[in-house]
């Protein structure tokens, strides 16, 4: 048993132990906080099957002041038809609904598949047919249904070809379609009264012309905020050891 004259001493570090490892939860707790307030971009990604066989797709979309961009890719290799393709993306936004979204650029890598060899060829020049509107609280970005510019959808997104740089799945479907753009498009889309710090809710990917089907998507998760939380503990924790273990010598 210790001499009361030395408890006082142990109990007293034991709480203030215990006061630094709440500081440090706390501190975890804001960095966070602070971390999310600050995250105006999001990941979002889909997997599943719809009528012309699997379909995937990934987004990122962030937004700023006016203006929601959005990076769209397809993550089927070698399709075999055209409602397989990305062809759009609703996005719901927190923090009040833009009244209007007008797309205000879209880029991206064209190319004209020939569906009974399979090869492909460049097109020079930027999609041109996707559109953006807002219907019933929801941002639509598209090249086929609300929010598309008006005929026949072209530019949907295709994934990589298959085996020696093919596409050799491809039927009449999707080289109707051409061009088409591969792997990825970005769409810079005005928004009038979105901010850097409008939070994204969810969004909803879209295949096919008509489209044909939907599927919702995924959030990503956020490495960045849980890395700042956890390093502020780690490095309180640290402290604390390095702490006790001086008092420890000094009362040798």
């Known amino acids: 048993m210790f001499p009361k004259a030395l408890m006082v001493p142990v109990v007293m570090r034991q709480m203030q132990g215990k006061r ?3 500081g440090g939860l706390a501190l975890g707790l804001v960095l966070l906080l602070t971390s999310a307030a600050q995250a105006i971009s999001m990941d979002f990604t889909a997997s599943g099957v719809g009528g012309d066989g699997p379909e995937s797709a990934s987004a ?3 937004t700023g002041a ?10 089927i290799n070698n399709p075999t038809a055209a409602g397989q393709l990305v062809s759009g993306i609703q996005i719901n936004l927190g923090g009040g609904v833009p009244a209007t979204a007008t797309l205000s650029s879209q880029s991206g890598p064209l190319i004209n598949i020939n569906s009974s060899t399979g090869t492909f060829t460049p097109v020079a ?3 041109t047919h996707w559109g953006a ?3 019933g609280g929801t941002i639509f970005l598209a090249t086929a249904g609300t929010g598309s510019q008006p005929g026949n959808p072209i530019n949907l997104i295709i994934g990589s070809p298959g085996a020696g740089g093919l596409y050799s ?5 999707i080289s109707n379609r051409n061009p088409v753009i591969q792997n990825t498009g970005t769409f810079l889309v005005s928004t009038p009264g979105v901010s850097a710090t409008t939070p994204i809710n969810s969004v909803v990917f879209e295949f096919g012309t008509g489209p044909d089907s939907t599927l919702p998507g995924v959030p990503v998760p956020e490495p960045t905020s849980l890395l700042l939380a956890g390093t ?3 490095g309180l924790g640290g402290v604390w050891r390095r702490r ?3 008092r420890a010598l000094a009362a040798v």
């Open 20 to 22: 630094l490892l709440m």
């Open 60 to 62: 990122t979309v962030t």
């Open 66 to 75: 006016g203006t929601v961009t959005v990076v769209l890719s397809s993550l």
């Open 125 to 127: 020049g930027n999609p």
């Open 133 to 135: 509107t807002v219907s």
């Open 169 to 173: 799945n491809a039927n009449p479907s």
């Open 232 to 234: 502020a503990l780690v």
């Open 244 to 246: 006790r273990s001086k």
